[in-house]
């Protein structure tokens, strides 16, 4: 995929999972929401592999090992390895690893999958600002992380010890709706000190590159629900994505997204895994998909006929994205929306 403006989504006359070689699937959102898995999550994600597609599992939550992630998978039906998940604390890892010595100390503001991805790049965790630490590294650390770490990371940041953040979403969906994730954590340190994290997770070309590395992807395909970071990160690295409407990402929000979080594909599930994908051919002065029409006038969208929802969205994303993208946020498409069930 060239870093162009995309107008509409693209047509596939192959099963996505026939069509490219690895899955670069994101979990919160996609496979699971509070460690529960998606409807037609594991079905579809069985058959794609069963034909072929090579499953790797890229999160951004550096919480959990791989370890802990692959056997969490499993016990949901997936069988996985700790080698097919690839966490923004390998990542962030990494990065830091290439700064600092073997055998540094890193302050581990977070949970163990940071302290496990740190050890494995040679680095030693530590707990105190007062152990010398030579970083700081913040992870998303759960709903119990204790409030003073955030202010260790303060007191280690403030000697001018360089500080890293795996991540910086702001949420991340559980089973009880949209919670707080490790970007709004690393907020609160960075309103306390006035510091800026190097950060390696989606979207950002670390992550990517840690994914690649790991997995050896030739032709991937990005999946994930987010614009911000997995549709972002497959723009930013060049390659093909298939955003999916299970996690925090609404029909609104695609609607009024820029040129760099318009996905390659969108669907509601990931059952869109297992199919072509319906090409959006302009019609007249709109654009057409299966039966429905969409048209972006001066103050609103227009949707006309009738058929697969998701069509509809796909014709109603030609013709906002058409329209500048950004700008859609001022076309009133909610009725075209209420209409598909979106």
């Avoid at 802990?68 to 700790?82: K, S």
């Avoid at 992550?207 to 050896?216: A, N, S, V, Y």
């Avoid at 509809?312 to 946020?329: E, P, Y």
Wanted: with cysteine; charged share 20%.
């Amino acid at each position: 995929m060239s870093q162009t403006a995309r107008t509409r989504p693209e047509g596939s006359d192959r099963a996505l999972s026939e069509a490219y070689d690895t899955a670069l699937l994101d979990l919160d959102g996609v496979v699971y929401a509070g460690g529960n898995a998606i409807a037609h999550a594991i079905e579809s994600l069985g058959t794609a592999h069963t034909g072929g597609m090579r499953l790797a599992y890229v999160t951004n939550n550096a919480l959990r090992t791989p370890d802990h992630v692959a056997e969490h998978l499993t016990e949901l039906g997936i069988a996985t390895e700790a080698l097919d998940v690839i966490t923004s604390a390998q990542a962030v890892s990494r990065l830091i690893s290439e700064q600092l010595p073997q055998g540094a100390r890193v302050l581990v503001i977070g949970g163990e999958g940071l302290r496990v991805a740190l050890r494995e790049r040679g680095l030693e965790p530590v707990e105190s600002a007062d152990d010398d630490p030579a970083a700081v590294v913040q992870g998303f650390g759960g709903p119990d992380l204790p409030w003073g770490r955030f202010a260790e990371a303060c007191y280690a940041i403030a000697r001018g010890v360089p500080w890293f953040a795996s991540n910086t979403d702001l949420t991340i969906p559980g089973a009880r709706g949209i919670a707080p994730g490790n970007g709004a954590a690393v907020e609160v340190v960075r309103i306390a000190t006035g510091a800026e994290p190097q950060v390696a997770g989606k979207p950002l070309p670390p992550m990517h590159r840690e994914t690649i590395l790991r997995t050896g992807a030739k032709r991937p395909l990005v999946v994930g629900d987010r614009l911000d970071t997995d549709i972002e990160g497959a723009f930013n690295g060049e390659v093909d994505s298939l955003l999916v409407l299970t996690g925090v990402t609404d029909g609104a929000q695609l609607l009024a997204a820029p040129p760099q979080h318009r996905p390659t594909y969108v669907d509601a599930d990931l059952r869109g895994m297992l199919t072509g994908q319906p090409e959006v051919v302009e019609a007249g002065e709109g654009f057409r998909c299966g039966g429905y029409t969409a048209t972006a006038g001066s103050e609103r969208l227009e949707l006309d006929g009738e058929g697969e929802p998701m069509d509809g969205l796909r014709a109603l994303c030609a013709a906002a994205w058409t329209a500048g993208g950004g700008a859609a946020c001022e076309l009133d498409g909610g009725k075209a929306l209420a209409r598909l069930g979106l």
